[in-house]
Structures are given as structure tokens and as C-alpha cells.
């Protein structure tokens, strides 16, 4: 056991958005490792925070006509309780727009100016004549120098996926206002990055962490390695030392954040951060998705030891999220929003903890179906493992009231203890997938031993026999309950207090799953987990359907179409004669549309902006050449037309006959 303490962090979540499940992919392992080591002995700080600073978030403020720092705010706080709701409880959760984060980054940067490691250049940098404007990073778009297809000013995320520097990208257009952009000169700072190859080269090959972070970044340093441009033209950031009209680029500020968040924390407890930061090594594990390990196996590392700082132990990178077997896409409708579409729900956040570490390996893309999720919950948590608790403990209470005093089958302690040893070595080695499968595994010999067993029957002629299998099933059950807590913490809690405990399971740690129970009365027991109905599902996979639905249709919408394709949608005037609820869904309603020489059947959800009774008689506008599609099991031929977040009906202004064609 390593009785060092260790600092864990997790990438921070960008305040410009909502949470979604993509997010959960770093968040939920990171938080599992933490609770796990903690139930070892070891003592770890688990810190993160939210990224306030860079384009993306001055872009959208300006489209909401509110301060940039308002934003943050909100969506700080957003991530901050979604994060507490699903028991990913950080120690410290900071913001990277907080007055020690700018007093942190002005110090590094300060020192990486001292010792040569920043220069002055003059670049040509987009300008739109429009706006007035330089156009640094998301305000630009172009496509990529290196592979042609369309990007934003800083990445190529639709190709190559390659950081673009200023005024690399071609044919440069404004995103605000949509004209072609000027190419002008204006001065910036550059790191010399390019000077940290043979560093990089000898530290990544003992990076610990998982082999794809460390893999990918030797890969790129020794493939290529440019200086980086770290100042922006922006009013919104950390001031750059000694050239107050610029701010520093935002991967300067936000993993800084990790050390100014650590000094926060230190402040709060009486520690030193500088434990954590200070030496040749810092015992620092970062978790992050993959698509940032270029910046926090290189730039960050180089950054650290430019500056005199420890450079991290291990970073371990995710596989990314897909969304029914689609990449996850927010513009495409392939998105599963963490609030609205699970927790608001009422969904429980260990389920979804559960299914985010046991689907596949840490390092492989996640594919999340309603479908897939319900089997998994239902067949695995409810069938296999919560069988077994409810069983072990229904029949303790039926038969004894209590926890027998005999002791335990002197076999079960070797099954417990090689369980035990399988899943830490799991852990330690990122697999969490092998570590959840070998808890199931446990499960699943209980549920083998008290099927096999038969108390319900041996009770009958021998109670001493009955009494030894149900202990034994409970010492079994005492020990599942301590390895779940750091899948499912809240769930492993309720079955704690089952078992007649009346403190906090996760202040216990692993090495007591063996400790004898004393005898003691135990309450009568509840099934820990419920089984997720069908209709839940068709709901959740209707909401998702139409979402993907309507970002086709928007994106269509975009497109330059001529009059004759124009021509091809059969757009006509229809009078509602029926509407009648969907059972088991509460937006959609089934209804039958009078279109002049037939009626149709259209299932549309609006069911939570209109009633059934007063769309009866009302005419409105409906697209009928669609192909059919089934939704909760009933056909749909056509479409309602609808505008806004509201579902505003189209309607004509006069009275038109039923069947009248628009155009």
C-alpha cells in the first residue's frame, strides 16, 4: 500500500454548454478510481474545475447579449450539482477565471519569459473588415492546410484533428458575420515547444497511465513538433505578462487551473499544494478524454518543466462516446443530455455510473442505446447482483430476524479475498470494466451457492445447516456491498443499512470484507434495484429519435435547394378531427388529419405544449410525402409543422379547405 498521497484530476468541462453523457466518459472512472484507492487506505485529493476562458464562450455570451464571466457562471454552477448528483464528489471544484488561477498563470508564464522560453513573432492573423475584428480561433472557419476539410480556427475536428495556429487555416471566413476574412499582421507570443523534444522523448516512454496517451504522444513528438502560439486577441482571459491588450491562449490558463485548484483546496484544508507540484515528479493522475491527450502529454509536460514545476506520474485517457452505434454529435442529434434527458427522468445516477464503467474497456469507444442500457441494468444489476442481495437477505430476516452467530462456509473467505485481489489489480491497471465484471462474477458464485444450497428448504429439517448458508451468503453480501460503493454509491449505502450498519459504507475499507458480522437485528429488506419498464424506454428512444429527426431537417434546411426540389414536398392544409394521447409517453399525441380525399394518421409531439381537446377542429399545415416511420409502435404518415421551442402550429391565416396545397 503507498501511503504518499496523490493528486487526481479530471479535464475540466468547458462552461459553455450543458452536461452530457460525453462528459460522464472521464468524469464517472475518474471518481470510481478515487473512491477505490480510498477504500485501499490510500490517500488521495481528487480536484478539478470549470474552463472559463477562450472563444467558444465570448462567441456565445455575444449571441445571448450577456458577459462572458455570466456565463461561466451559470454554467459552473450547472456542472457543479449535475456532478453532485451523480456522487462524482471532487474535494475541490474551482473556476479557471478566479483571481488565483490569473495570479497562477501570470507567475508560469512570467517564468517561461525568464528563462527564454517565449518569444515575440509577427504572424498574419485573419481580420474581418465587417466585424472590425481579429478573428482568433472559433471566431474564424476555413478549412484545414493539411487535409482540406472544413475546420474551425484552432483544430481541425472534422479531419485530421491537428491544432491549427493562428492564421494557418485557408479560405478564412468570420463565424459571426459569415464574410471572408483579411489576412493582416499583428505581433503574438510563441512557446518554444520545439525545444522540449529530447525531454518529452525521455520522460513519455515511463508515463504511467493508459498505453494509448502515452503511444499517442510519442507518436506526434517524434513525427512533428512546432512552437505554439499562447497569446489570443480577446478582452475575455488572463492578461499576458507585459502585453496587456492580448490574454493568454486558453490551454495556458486551463491546465494551470489543476495547480491553482490544488492551492485553493490547500487553503481551504491547511495543506501544502506544493507537495503535489513541486518535485521532479508530481504525483498527479489526470484523467481525460482522448481528444485533448495531445495537450496534456506534450504541451502541458513542456510547460511544467519550462517553468520549474514536477510534470505528471500518469495520465489516463478515455475512448470516446457513441451514441446508437453514431459518433456523438451535438449538431447531428446523437446526444443524450445528462439532465433532461436521464436525471430529470428520474432515472437513477447509479445505473448510469454502472453502465458508463462496465459497458467496455476505458480506453475504447462507448456506444450508449436506451436499449442496451435497460437489458444491462435489468439482466446485471437487478437480475444478477441484486437477486442475490435481496434473496440472502429476506430469507435472514424471514428465517432469523437477525445475522446468525455461526460462523461463515470456511471456504467463502479464499473466494473473497481472490475477488478482492482481481478487481485492485484491475484497477490499478485502468480496467474498470474488468473490475466491475469481476464484482458481478461474485454475485453471480452467490447466487450459485444459495441456489445450490437451499436454506429455504434446509431450514425445514436442519437450522443449524440453514443458519451457516445464510451467513455465509451474508459475509458474501458484506463484501459486495463494500466493492460497490465505488460503482454505486448510493445504492451500496441503502443495502448498509440493510445489513443493520448505521454509518457510512465508504469510510470502511475493502480489507474488513472478511471482518466476522457481528450478530445483530436486522430490518426488513427491500429489493436495492427496480427493473427499467418498456414504455420508459420507447419514451427515452422516441426523444432521442426526434432529436436526431431534427437536426436532419435543420440541416437540410441550410442547404441552397431549387424550385424544383422545392416542388417535390407535398405540403398541404389539414383540419385535426381526432387527438388522443399516447400511452406511456407524455409529448406525444396520436392524431387523425383530415387532408381533403383522406385522413391520416400523424403521431407529432406536442403533447406538452397543447391538449388533445383544443387541437380538435384546428387547421394547420402538414407535410405528406415522408416516408412512414413507427413511433411507440404507431405508423406516422406525415409531418405538423411547427416552429420554435414552444411547437408554435403553422397556421393559415383564412379558412382554406382541407387538402389545399401550399406553395
Known amino acids: 500500500m503507498n501511503h504518499q498521497p496523490i493528486l487526481v484530476t479530471c479535464g475540466l468541462p468547458y462552461t459553455n454548454g450543458r452536461c452530457h453523457l460525453g462528459h ?9 478510481f478515487v473512491r477505490f484507492l480510498r477504500r485501499t487506505g490510500q490517500e488521495v485529493v481528487f480536484i478539478c474545475g470549470s474552463d472559463n476562458h477562450g472563444t467558444p464562450i465570448v462567441v456565445s455570451a455575444e449571441e445571448e447579449g450577456i458577459l462572458p464571466r455570466d456565463l461561466s457562471l451559470r454554467y459552473h454552477k450547472h456542472f457543479d450539482e449535475t456532478f453532485k448528483q451523480l456522487s462524482i464528489n471532487f474535494d475541490h471544484f474551482g473556476m479557471t477565471d478566479g483571481e488565483v488561477n490569473h495570479r497562477r498563470t501570470r507567475s508560469i ?35 484545414c492546410p493539411y487535409c482540406g476539410v472544413s475546420a474551425r480556427g484552432d483544430e481541425c475536428d472534422q479531419g485530421c484533428g491537428r491544432h491549427l495556429e493562428p492564421g494557418e487555416i485557408k479560405n478564412p471566413r468570420c463565424r459571426v458575420c459569415g464574410q471572408s476574412a483579411e489576412l493582416r499582421e499583428q505581433e503574438h507570443y510563441y512557446f518554444k515547444l520545439s525545444e522540449f ?46 502585453a496587456e491588450h492580448l ?18 483546496w490547500a487553503e481551504k484544508t491547511g495543506e501544502d499544494w506544493k507537495a503535489f507540484w513541486c518535485g521532479d515528479i508530481a504525483p498527479v493522475t489526470h484523467f481525460i478524454g482522448s481528444d485533448i491527450i495531445y495537450h496534456h502529454t506534450i504541451f502541458w509536460p513542456a510547460m511544467l518543466k519550462g517553468a520549474g514545476y514536477g510534470v505528471p506520474e500518469a495520465i489516463v485517457a478515455s475512448g470516446m462516446l457513441k451514441v446508437n452505434d453514431q459518433k456523438f454529435s451535438k449538431s447531428r442529434g446523437y446526444v443524450v443530455w445528462t439532465g433532461e434527458d436521464y436525471l430529470e427522468k428520474g432515472m437513477s445516477p447509479d445505473y448510469l455510473r454502472y453502465y458508463l464503467l462496465s459497458y467496455t474497456n476505458h480506453t475504447k469507444d462507448l456506444n450508449f442505446a436506451w436499449k442496451v442500457f435497460q437489458e444491462r441494468m435489468n439482466n446485471e444489476v437487478v437480475g444478477t447482483l441484486g437477486n442475490f442481495i435481496y ?50 462474477a461474485l454475485a453471480a458464485y452467490g447466487n450459485s451457492y444459495i441456489q445450490n444450497n437451499a436454506p429455504w428448504q434446509v431450514v425445514k429439517t436442519d437450522r443449524q445447516a440453514a443458519e451457516t448458508i445464510i451467513r455465509t451468503c451474508l459475509q458474501i453480501v458484506h463484501a459486495l456491498t463494500l466493492l460497490l460503493e465505488p460503482v454505486m454509491p448510493v445504492s451500496a449505502q441503502k443495502v448498509w443499512s440493510m445489513l443493520g450498519n448505521n454509518d457510512d459504507v465508504g469510510t470502511h475499507r475493502f480489507s474488513e470484507a472478511l471482518d466476522p458480522l457481528p450478530p445483530r437485528t436486522l430490518p426488513a429488506p427491500q429489493p436495492p434495484f427496480q427493473k427499467i419498464e418498456d414504455e420508459n424506454v420507447r419514451e427515452l428512444e422516441a426523444t432521442l429519435q426526434a432529436r436526431v429527426e431534427a437536426a436532419q431537417m435543420k440541416a437540410k434546411s441550410r442547404e441552397e435547394v431549387s424550385i424544383e426540389d422545392f416542388g417535390k414536398i407535398d405540403i398541404r392544409v389539414g383540419t385535426i378531427t381526432s387527438a388522443v394521447p399516447v400511452k406511456g409517453s407524455k409529448k406525444l399525441l396520436k392524431l387523425q388529419v383530415h387532408v381533403g380525399e383522406e385522413e391520416r394518421q400523424i403521431v407529432g409531439g406536442i403533447a406538452e405544449f397543447y391538449s388533445a381537446e383544443e387541437l380538435v377542429g384546428k387547421e394547420v399545415v402538414v407535410v405528406l410525402n415522408l416516408k412512414p416511420v413507427k413511433i411507440f409502435g404507431i405508423e406516422s404518415r406525415g409531418m405538423i409543422l411547427a416552429a420554435g421551442d414552444q411547437a408554435s402550429l403553422l397556421v393559415p391565416l383564412r379558412p382554406v379547405e382541407p387538402g389545399t396545397k401550399v406553395r
Open 391 to 440: 434473496r440472502t437477505l429476506y430469507f435472514a430476516y424471514k428465517f432469523f430476524g437477525q445475522i446468525p452467530e455461526t460462523s461463515p462456509d470456511e471456504t467463502i473467505s479464499a473466494e473473497i479475498q481472490r475477488s478482492i485481489d482481481r478487481i485492485e489489480t484491475s484497477v490499478r491497471a485502468y480496467e474498470f470494466k474488468s473490475a466491475v465484471d469481476e464484482l458481478m
Open 247 to 264: 490574454v493568454v491562449y486558453v490551454w495556458v490558463d486551463a491546465p494551470i487551473g489543476y495547480i491553482s485548484f490544488t492551492e485553493e
Open 109 to 143: 508564464v512570467q517564468r517561461l519569459i525568464d528563462k527564454g522560453y517565449v518569444y515575440k513573432k509577427t504572424i498574419q492573423q485573419s481580420y474581418c473588415a465587417k466585424c472590425c475584428r481579429f478573428l482568433p480561433d472559433r471566431y474564424v472557419e476555413g478549412n
Open 24 to 32: 460522464l466518459r472521464t468524469y464517472v472512472p475518474a471518481d470510481f
Open 197 to 242: 523534444r529530447d525531454f518529452l522523448l525521455s520522460y513519455l516512454p515511463d508515463l504511467g497511465g493508459t498505453v494509448i496517451a502515452r503511444n499517442y504522444a510519442i507518436g506526434w513528438v517524434k513525427e512533428e513538433l512546432h512552437d505554439w502560439c499562447i497569446t489570443r486577441t480577446l478582452d475575455w482571459g488572463v492578461r499576458f505578462p507585459g
